[in-house]
Nanobody, 128 residues
Framework: VQLQASGGGLVQAGDSLRLSCAASGGIFSNYVMGWFRQAPGKEREFVAAISMGGLNTYYADSVKGRFTISRDNAKNTMYLQMNSLKPEDTAVYYC??????????????????????WGQGTLVTVSS
């Protein structure tokens, strides 16, 4: 499956932003999906994941309560609604399709190694 992330931009602290991830070339609903981010000079980190049907979600502690992951399988699109943004949320955000089941993904926490297809990334910059 091919993935295309979009929606990044420059915002101020406290603002909101919604990222989108459009999928093509595969059966989108067959994939557990996730978002990762990589800040300048730091390693890539997990942000959020969503099960194939969208009923189950999982978040990194750093974004829990502020970010919401969702998907629309009819539109082959995943979203990341980001509220109350902080300067430390500044990063390139990547969407990815998992190669493992939801159950396997949470043992113990999602890893980039569990994802096989990646989008090109979209830059989110949060100014203070």
């Amino acid at each position: 499956v091919q993935l295309q992330a979009s929606g990044g931009g420059l915002v101020q602290a406290g603002d909101s932003l919604r990222l989108s991830c459009a999928a093509s070339g595969g059966i989108f609903s067959n994939y557990v999906m996730g978002w990762f981010r990589q800040a300048p000079g730091k390693e890539r980190e997990f942000v959020a994941a969503i099960s194939m049907g969208g009923l189950n979600t999982y978040y990194a502690d750093s974004v829990k309560g502020r970010f919401t992951i969702s998907r629309d399988n009819a539109k082959n699109t995943m979203y990341l609604q980001m509220n109350s943004l902080k300067p430390e949320d500044t990063a390139v955000y990547y969407c990815a399709a998992a190669t493992v089941t939801w159950r396997r993904l949470l043992r113990p926490t999602p890893s980039g190694a569990d994802f096989g297809s990646w989008g090109q990334g979209t830059l989110v910059t949060v100014s203070s």
